[in-house]
């Protein structure tokens, strides 16, 4: 065929090398496999926590829980409660976990009652290491916690002492993102007052909420807008409710007061939508990413450097025993109590070596028959 007939839509054909489809071919894996979300929402009680999840979701995670009464609440100590749905959309499903923190504010003395949450955190991460580091990693559960929604009463000036600390000590562990609970209880202005004020306590006290990303540059100007808005949001103000009310002749979801209606979902009225678009579906993906590359990395890292100082430790030991000449261990001072990831850490490293060290006395009597054999000079020097 003289070169003049090809087509031109031939010769694109032939250029075409096909990785184009690689984004169709992750989406279908992706969606065959489902995805999975672990929300936290801590908070004292009272302020809506349960109302909100069930408004964000549409589901009625809290249908058998027992409310305590005040003489019990004192007693109580902070529970981990945790719920999983499975939720369908499109086709597309996806597994949540919400993780609630009952008990926690509610005591007279509430020291530390942060403490619980934090073990919380590190145990899923801990659970993580473990199966990352087994020797079947096929089927791996994450339930490390995405984001942690933090309840902020809408009663008093800002921030409470308990915030600041619960923030503090859990800002290196998780996405915190805070919220400003029952905002219907508050004037438009005393919202943005109070957002305000929030905003600049987070920073004077060096408090690290969870960051939005910043826009690419060349993302349309309506998402950079949408972006704006979000971090001006911070904490969002939101209301929450399962009650379908009639307002101008459309059923609502929504609170009636005697003056009016308050509609969760009307953008003029809380920050609800912008909440739930931010949870689900702009930044659920980053706050995954987040908790993966940098919580999770943190922990990893430090879990790696307490194994490798006790092993230089060890061989120091080891070092100094062998240079005595004594035959009992030389006293290090107190002794060290290893932690479970330590422990499992070096029980995999003994699990290794043991079977290492069998498949080489397999390969050595393997060849134990022709060496012994042949008792030449040449052959010794061969083997």
């Not at 503090?168 to 905002?183: F, M, Q, S």
């Not at 261990?329 to 290492?356: C, F, W, Y």
Request: aromatic share 8%.
């Amino acid at each position: 065929i003289h070169p003049l007939d090809i087509s031109f839509s031939s010769i694109q054909d032939k250029e075409y090398v096909g990785f184009a489809t690689l984004p169709n071919q992750v989406h279908r894996k992706s969606v065959k496999k489902g995805f999975d979300f672990t929300l936290m929402v801590a908070g004292e009680s009272g302020l809506g926590k349960s109302t909100l999840v069930n408004s964000l979701f549409l589901t009625d995670l809290y249908k058998d829980r027992k409310l305590l009464n005040a003489e019990e609440r004192i007693t109580q100590t902070v529970e981990i409660t945790k719920h999983t749905v499975d939720i369908e959309e499109k086709g597309v499903k996806l597994k949540l976990t919400i993780v609630d923190t009952p008990g926690f504010g509610d005591a007279i003395d509430n020291t530390e009652c942060w403490k619980s949450v934090a073990d919380y955190i590190d145990q899923q991460f801990e659970q993580y290491f473990r199966d990352e580091s087994g020797l079947n990693r096929k089927n791996i559960q994450d339930n490390r916690v995405h984001c942690c929604l933090y309840f902020i009463s809408p009663f008093g000036h800002g921030l409470r002492p308990l915030d600041v600390e619960f923030m503090k000590a859990l800002h290196e562990k998780v996405n915190i993102v805070p919220v400003l609970a029952k905002a219907d209880t508050l004037t438009p202005t005393e919202v943005q007052k109070k957002k305000i004020k929030i905003r600049e306590e987070i920073e004077q006290y060096g408090i690290k909420i969870y960051q939005f990303p910043d826009c690419d540059s060349d993302e349309d100007e309506e998402f950079k807008q949408q972006d704006l808005e979000l971090k001006e949001s911070i904490p969002f103000a939101v209301i929450g409710s399962n009650t379908v009310v009639e307002a101008k002749g459309k059923r609502v979801r929504g609170r009636l007061y005697p003056w009016g209606i308050v509609e969760v979902e009307n953008s003029a009225h809380c920050d609800f939508v912008k909440l739930r678009n931010m949870l689900v579906r702009t930044h659920m993906q980053d706050l995954k990413d987040v908790t993966r590359e940098t919580h999770y990395e943190n922990y990893r890292a430090q879990c790696i450097q307490s194994m490798t100082r006790m092993v230089v430790k060890e061989r120091n030991r080891n070092k100094l025993t062998r240079e005595s000449g004594t035959d009992f261990p030389i006293p290090m001072g107190p002794a060290v109590s290893e932690s479970e990831t330590e422990k499992l850490i070096r029980e995999k490293d003994e699990e290794v070596q043991h079977a290492n060290h069998e498949q080489e006395s397999h390969h050595d009597q393997e060849h134990e028959a022709p060496h012994n054999s042949e008792h030449s000079e040449p052959d010794q020097e061969k083997h």
